[in-house]
């Protein structure tokens, strides 16, 4: 998993091992996510 190919992850903080251990979202751009999803799920 690399950040960049998750357009509203800032930062991936991962242990020795390269396990990924917390996410870091950019608020903004999580929650336009969030957003579209809902805008979707209300015309289905």
């Known amino acids: 998993m690399k950040a960049e ?3 509203f ?4 903080i991962t242990d020795k091992k390269g396990q990924v251990l917390k996410v870091v979202l950019e608020f ?3 929650q336009r996510l969030l957003e ?3 805008h979707l799920q209300s015309h289905t």
């Open 5 to 7: 190919e998750y357009p």
């Open 9 to 12: 992850v800032q930062e991936l």
């Open 28 to 30: 903004e751009e999580y």
């Open 36 to 38: 579209a999803i809902r």
